[in-house]
Structure formats: C-alpha cells, structure tokens
C-alpha cells in the first residue's frame, strides 16, 4: 500500500512550457484534490473531484487543468507555465461519505518556472 | 467564505514548555476543523480535527485542541514540547468536507 504518490518531485520548466504532474492513491478513495504551497500563503486548492468524471474548482484554479477517468489518478495540467506558478504541489485523498475522515497528503512536486 | 487566521508565524518554546498555537476561523455554519503538522520536505500529517462531537480533541503525539464557538478559535496545546516537536503546523475549516482552507501556517521551534 503505497498511499497517494506524486510524480516527478522536482521539475524546472520555461515559461510557456506545458507539463502534466501526475498524482495516484492506491486507497480506493473517491475524493482527491490539488494543492499549492506558497511561503506566507499555507495551502490552496486548485481542484478537486470527489469521484471518477466529477471535478470542480477550488480557491486558485486559473491555469491548471484536471480530469478524473479513473478511481487512482488525478493528473493536474499547466498549459502554458507561468513564473507566478512556481510552487510546491501537493496531491492528497480521503474516502468519501464521511467526509471529516483523514486527508492524506503526497510528498509533493517542487516546480519552478523560470 | 471561509478563512482561518494563525496567529504568529513563528513560535519557540524551550523543551519542556507548553506549546500553544494558535488558529481563528470564519463561517457562516459550524465548521469542521483540522491541524495538520509538516517536517520539512514532506507533506502534511493529520495531527487532530474537530467533527462536532466533543469540543476538546485529543490527536497524536499529545497534542489536543479545544474548539470554542464563542471565540471562533481552535487553538492546538501540548503540555510539554518535544524536540522531534519542530514543524510547521497549519490549522484548516472546511464547512462541506470539500472545499478546505488552510491557515498561512505556525513554524514552531523547540529550544533544548
């Protein structure tokens, strides 16, 4: 049980440059969601989806695409890259129904965009 | 909306004092709320959260947090700071279970 993994962790683009992160659970969870990190900023979501074909925006979802054909994965897009999205990416997933239950978080992707 | 507000980016305690952290959030309902610890280069770990139930919660690693309606507060407390305490803490409030806020996060340092 490899809980929620995150590819690559570490990824330098140039602006206007297009990347897929990828982010996979093993947990059956229906529920996963994208993150960034920012200093001063703690975390905001970009997307989520609380199941195979349903995903919805979250605080800061201009730039990044998602989608969601599959229970495992929810790959998150970037276009066309931008400085202003250097980041640390998390991935995390819980189980749906009961939806106080634990979030869990994937190592993360650092990405710099120059 | 809903936003949660930490106060004090940055806290230190000498090993052996009490840690107190701090979290204030806004909602228009009763929320459900989160504190979640980061070492450096990882991510978060669910330390405790608030699902309506009791309004003092217990987490792990001993530490515990007191939602009070009145004050909008859930602030985190151990009795006693360990070294292998030093982290990032982030309180976060999600009213729906879907949408989650996080605080702007508490780096927490331990003196030996």
């Known amino acids: 049980n490899a809980g929620v993994t995150q590819t690559p962790k570490f990824q330098v683009l140039k602006t206007g440059q297009s990347m897929t992160l990828q982010c996979a659970q093993d947990m059956n969870h229906e529920y996963m969601s994208w993150y960034r990190q920012d200093p001063g900023m703690g975390l905001r979501l970009i997307h989520y989806s609380v199941g195979a074909g349903i995903t919805d925006q979250g605080e800061v979802p201009n730039g990044y695409n998602v989608s969601r054909s599959t229970t495992e994965d929810f790959p998150l897009r970037l276009l066309s890259a931008a400085p202003s999205q250097t980041s640390v990416y998390f991935c995390a997933s819980r189980p749906s129904g009961r939806n106080t239950d634990t979030q869990y978080f994937g190592p993360g992707t650092r990405l710099t965009v120059l | 909306a809903q936003s949660v507000t930490q106060l004090g980016s940055h806290v230190s305690v000498s090993e052996g004092a009490l840690v107190l952290l701090r979290c204030n959030y806004s909602?228009?309902?009763?929320?459900?709320l989160f504190w979640y610890v980061q070492y450096p280069n990882q991510g978060l770990q669910l330390l405790l959260k608030y699902t309506s139930a009791a309004t003092l919660v217990k987490g792990i690693n001993g530490f515990e947090a007191e939602f009070k309606k009145s004050e909008t507060s859930f602030h985190l407390t151990k009795p006693s700071a360990h070294m292998s305490d030093a982290a990032e803490y982030f309180c976060?409030?999600?009213?729906?279970?879907?949408?989650?806020?996080f605080g702007t996060g508490t780096s927490l340092t331990v003196i030996p």
């Open positions: 909602s228009s309902v009763p929320p459900y």
């Open positions: 976060a409030v999600s009213n729906t279970g879907n949408q989650f806020y």
